[in-house]
């Protein structure tokens, strides 16, 4: 997807549309990061389109719509281990980048909020904030039960297993006071040594080697056989508490004390402070202890340390209000730019890349930058022979900042735009209304390969063995052009291949065999229409049940669909108008690729009820509280009637309860409603 951190400067309409692009973006995005664990953008530039979003919903109040990204936790789940509603929803936290905004983003609201005088001290938890990814553990009468993701904050996958297999993790706690449940939140992780020593294993074994430690932390934990999940020496750090039973904690002070005394691993480096400037100080303490702890950190995370007030305080949709992350600035160094490649993408978008002298970044080596579009290269002035700055923010793609331009000796080259694909010859366009130079072949080698490896992938049609390399094999040997060559491959096609046993070839065969019969939206998925990720492939295969339906789906019929809007629709449409596509469609449909038609969510336990959500809610957000309610049949309705079966109330709700009580119609809390959800 085309990334463009450029403001739109233009009113009106121009800001709806922005709206919408952003959402697509930040949905795209959030993909990328907590689904599939490979992000194509810093930690940044992610803040920066979420900031700009947070801006716009702000100055167009009538733009701020409930299923903005800005509302949401994370996203929904793959769905391959089962899955664990957490007991209390797993929040993030809103960021601050330097002193004036922890300052003014928590001590400020904070005294605002509890009605304490300017010049009065709130005492502070101050933590390191550990760049990993966030479990939840269940200990009932001591003993480890479950153990989940994050996930989307309110459900997450079960990684009970794998999470045994952390040697530093007590399976039972110990010492006096054991709570009969005690539900801990922390953070899973890897040290730099052993993720620089996966990487050194992975290359010997020609997998490609995991961005950074996160990246690689999460890919062992999220391992389906927890076997190799051990072999990985992962760690953790409890950070906060879920529901607890049988013990009372009055202070996070007090929850992190208990915790260790327990035998949970708790980080050393947590710090108590009395007023606000102990924890700017931290802050900047930790910065520079950062480059000599072992393991990654990406900034601090500071609490209000009493939990009553933290009650008081309470929480809004996405982050609490008594906690904030502090972010580090991203680390930077200086290398030389020795050449600008060409990388073709699945939809022919060609994306100029950085190939730098390589250079060490917090422990990684950096080669390779991204340099985002043709339009990134003339505002910064990037040419080849120029000493630039490169930044792993967020320590995701590293990125080129700016030129040094004092340094240039007059040997620099600018580069210009290609007029032709460097693979394919093609012509190269630039789409109006796009940054995107794209490249129109329909044969172009490195197209076919991307949405090859798409159409394969896992959340696709999940073709197991159909990695990188046979792709690339299939492609050099001329055996497949499109997506539906890959189901007329026979045994004697699969063993003209360099080491291709025949054991490996009938498990290929028996894995394009098993994906005929796969579900309509990974199909949807799958093919790779632009604009269409996971989420909105679930929502048209929801709304149309059947591909041909889409096939013949208008524009009306299309944006009336949940999540979609006038550029997913044109994009759909453009795609079955295409007769390239269409061809390949109707082939696979005669090799037997017969995508599973979905009847709507019937006869679900909620099927038929008519739900309406009121007021503030605390606990989810709307577009969630939607999800859960139409996966198990019910209808989320916007205003209340005697159709009204529930209606679910946050705080300040108005009109609508009053309504409700008028009519009779059952009223819900958050709770209650969580609860009803969770009835067999
Ligand atoms: S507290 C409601 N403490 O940061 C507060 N989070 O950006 C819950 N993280 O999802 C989080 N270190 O994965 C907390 N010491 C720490 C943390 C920490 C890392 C992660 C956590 C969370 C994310 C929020």
């Not at 009969?180 to 997998?207: C, H, M, P, T, Y």
């Not at 900047?284 to 000599?292: A, G, N, P, S, V």
């Not at 790779?528 to 048209?540: C, F, N, P, Q």
């Amino acid at each position: 997807m085309q990334l463009s951190l450029l403001e739109n400067t233009d009113f009106g309409s121009c800001a709806e549309n922005r709206v919408k692009e952003l959402h697509l973006l930040l949905e795209h995005h959030n993909q990328c990061y907590y689904q599939r664990d490979s992000p194509e953008i810093t930690d940044a530039e992610y803040d920066e389109l979420f900031r700009e979003l947070t801006s716009l919903e702000r100055q167009y109040p009538g733009l701020a719509t409930a299923d903005s990204p800005t509302q949401r936790v994370g996203v929904a789940l793959v769905g391959r281990f089962s899955s664990v509603t957490h007991g209390l929803p797993m929040l993030s936290l809103e960021n601050a980048f330097n002193d004036d905004e922890i300052r003014a983003k928590l001590d400020v609201r904070v005294k605002k909020e509890l009605g304490l005088s300017d010049d009065s001290a709130v005492s502070y938890m101050c933590e390191p904030k550990m760049d990993g990814l966030a479990v939840e553990l269940i200990y009932e009468q001591g003993t480890l039960t479950v153990a989940s993701t994050r996930g989307d904050g309110i459900t997450g996958e079960d990684v009970t297993q794998n999470i045994r297999t952390l040697r530093g993790l007590p399976l039972r706690l110990s010492g006096d006071g054991v709570p009969a449940l005690l539900e801990v939140r922390g953070e899973v992780f890897l040290s730099l040594e052993a993720f620089q020593k996966i990487n050194r294993d992975r290359e010997d074994n020609g997998d490609p080697p995991f961005a950074n430690p996160r990246n690689a932390a999460a890919g062992s934990l999220r391992q389906l056989d927890s076997r190799i999940t051990a072999r990985r020496p992962l760690s953790m750090f409890c950070y906060a508490p879920g529901r607890v039973e049988g013990f009372q904690f009055s202070s996070q002070d007090e929850f992190l004390t208990s915790a260790a005394a327990w035998g949970l691993p708790v980080n050393p480096l947590t710090r108590l402070v009395n007023h606000i400037d102990g924890a700017v100080a931290y802050y900047h303490e930790m910065q520079e202890l950062r480059e000599t702890l072992p393991y990654e950190i990406d900034g601090t995370v500071i609490k209000v340390d009493s939990f009553s007030l933290q009650s008081e305080l309470g929480e809004k949709s996405r982050s609490p209000l008594w906690a904030i992350a502090c972010k580090f600035p991203p680390r930077q160094a200086e290398t030389l730019l020795e050449d600008v490649i060409l990388s073709v993408g699945r939809t022919g978008v060609i994306t100029p890349v950085a190939k730098l002298r390589a250079v060490e970044i917090s422990g990684v080596t950096v080669s390779r930058a991204t340099l985002h579009n043709w339009d990134e290269l003339t505002v910064k002035d990037i040419r080849i022979g120029d000493t630039v700055v490169v930044e792993r923010a967020g320590d995701v793609i590293p990125a080129v900042v700016r030129v040094i331009a004092e340094r240039r000796n007059g040997s620099e080259r600018a580069v210009p735009p290609p007029l032709h694909c460097p693979d394919c010859g093609s012509v190269v366009v630039r789409i109006a209304d796009e940054v995107a130079l794209r490249c129109m072949g329909i044969s172009c080698p490195p197209q076919i390969r991307e949405s090859l490896r798409h159409f394969a992938s896992r959340g696709a049609m999940d073709i197991e063995g159909l990695g990188e390399k046979v792709v690339e094999q299939l492609l050099s040997l001329g055996l497949v052009r499109t997506i539906a060559d890959l189901y007329a491959l026979n045994k004697a096609d699969f063993m003209r291949f360099e080491r291709m046993g025949d054991k490996l070839a009938s498990n290929l065969l028996t894995a394009l065999e098993g994906s005929k019969k796969c579900t309509l939206d990974r199909f949807i998925f799958a093919l790779g229409i632009r604009h269409v990720g996971e989420r909105t492939a679930k929502s048209l295969a929801q709304a149309f049940g059947s591909l041909e339906n889409l096939e013949i789906a208008t524009m009306e019929e299309l944006t009336s669909v949940r999540d979609i809007g006038a550029t997913v629709a044109q994009s759909i449409i453009t795609f079955f108008m295409n007769p390239d596509n269409r061809m390949v469609i109707s082939q696979m449909r005669t090799l037997g690729v017969l995508p599973a038609a979905v009847a709507k969510t019937v006869g679900g336990r909620l099927n038929g009820k008519n739900f309406v959500f009121t007021g503030t809610l605390t606990r989810f957000s709307r577009d969630y509280a939607r999800k859960l309610v139409e996966d198990l049949g019910g209808n989320v309705v916007g205003s209340v009637s005697r159709k009204t079966d529930y209606v679910v109330s946050g705080g300040d709700a108005g009109g609508k309860l009053i309504k409700a009580r008028d009519l009779g119609v059952t009223i819900f809390g958050e709770e209650e409603f969580l609860e009803l959800l969770k009835e067999p």
